[in-house]
């Protein structure tokens, strides 16, 4: 049984270590005027390169959009003087690794940028085990109010189960009443959102969604849809992007999947309500008796 865990959390710790080399490469890739396309690819590329599979597709979201943000087939957007979130999910045989950085290309937001940092590592500081998400919270949500900004309420870390990037429990970044006890071995991923004064420290949902994920395969009649559903199969439940998707008939193909109740789930963007700048920082950790483990932590 222990020897069981122990290879469980070593793929754990694999999928954490390529996570942290692609961010610290990818995050150089981040300039004015370079296509967001070209990183999410250098992203996913990379991870398969050495030996992962991205857990779900590189999510670049900028200024006022906190996350679910891919860019779209042929892609033709390039960075401004953005506030860029790039958040990348990486996984070996199911168990992921999941984090994310901000990347201040305005110059400015410096504070900001700071803020979900300062939070994460506080936060990391208190994992152990018998520590509940409710001190999470609370320590996610003093640090962003100390330092001037405003915690994003209805984004949370969460859990991270085999082939499930968004499994309990939930990991509020502000103080809720009631929460759970982590265990040792426990994987979760911490990560506190901020936002700026003109935020409503809140997210809604907004445009259309790239990224999309299976729920259950049901029969479909269309020839092409049977086809993309047998292809989208592979993904394990797990999130894709469309633009990994076999082009010919895409969008006809989707659209019958998508049509077709409980197949598809899809993640529209989610950006700031009142439209106030937003920071991130994530890293998954594993809990231990005195402490955690970060597995996506920065190899120097
Ligand atoms: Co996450």
Redesign the pocket.
């Known amino acids: 049984m222990e020897e069981e865990i122990e290879l469980v959390l070593d793929k754990y710790r694999g999928a954490g270590r390529i996570l942290a080399e692609v961010r610290e490469e990818a995050k150089e890739k981040i300039k004015e005027g370079v296509l967001l396309l070209v990183v999410a690819e250098f992203v996913e590329n990379s991870i398969r390169e050495k030996g992962g599979e991205p857990a779900f597709p590189c999510n670049i979201s900028r200024n006022e959009e906190a996350a679910h943000a891919t860019p779209s087939i042929d892609d033709k957007t390039v960075f401004g003087k953005d506030i860029v979130k790039l958040?990348i999910g990486t996984h070996i045989d199911g168990y992921i690794g999941?984090s994310a950085v901000t990347v201040d290309l305005s110059g400015d937001n410096d504070g900001l940028v700071k803020a979900s940092e300062a939070a994460l590592n506080e936060a990391i500081k208190i994992i152990r085990d018998g520590v509940s998400t409710v001190e999470i919270g609370e320590v996610i949500e003093n640090t962003i109010r100390e330092q001037g900004y405003k915690p994003v309420v209805n984004l949370t870390?969460?859990g991270l189960m085999r082939y499930n990037s968004h499994a309990p429990p939930t990991i509020p970044n502000v103080k809720y009443e009631h929460g759970v006890i982590l265990r040792e071995n426990d994987v979760v991923?911490i990560?506190p959102f901020a936002t700026d004064a003109q935020g409503a420290g809140k997210v809604v949902e907004s445009g259309n969604a790239d990224i999309y994920s299976l729920i259950k395969a049901k029969p479909v009649r269309l020839r092409e849809a049977k086809k993309l559903l047998e292809e989208i199969k592979k993904y394990q439940g797990l999130p894709f992007a469309k633009r990994w998707l076999p082009r010919e008939r895409l969008d006809l193909a989707l659209r019958t999947l998508e049509n077709t109740k409980g197949v598809l789930r899809d993640y529209p963007v989610l950006r700031e309500e009142e439209k106030g700048l937003i920071s991130q920082a994530?890293h998954t950790i594993i809990v231990k008796e005195d402490g955690c483990e970060v597995t996506t932590k920065r190899i120097v």
Request: charged share 55%; proline share 0%; net charge negative.
């Open positions: 958040d999941d870390g969460h991923a990560e994530e």
